[in-house]
């Protein structure tokens, strides 16, 4: 029982150190060779400042992700304008999955009796009873409820 525990234990620490080691051994070989050959090699090949000069390919996408950087930052700064200047109100909460409309006539009571009640008594209950517009807010305005 000891002996395959400790077995156990050598054969995770292996693995988790070869891969490490076969990495640095690799890092540290391309690092001498990039020193003792590479380099020579590009700079003995010709001139050292041909070799830094950026090439028109280069030159013209480094300038199309300066505009694309100004274009995004003027973007943003046009986004925090417009949030700063607009308030907004809070969505009211759902209601509960048992909430019930109100009857038509709740304060019929309290409503004086016109010609305008007349003909909303001669409407169907249908009629009556039919919800309003969904309230619609954008930019901090709410648009009225729609009358039909």
Known sequence: AVVSTQSTGVRKTFKDIVPKHIMCLMVNKMKVFIESELMPCLYGAGN???LMEESEDE???????IGMYEACKDALKTIS???AKTSSTPIPAPLPSNHTAPSPNMNA???PKSDSMNSMSSMSSSQRSRPLALLVRTRGLVALPSET
Not at 59 to 65: A, G, K
């Open 48 to 50: 050292p400042a041909e």
């Open 59 to 65: 030159v013209r996408r480094r300038e199309e992700l």
């Open 81 to 83: 304008e417009v949030s």
């Open 109 to 111: 009571s309290r409503m």
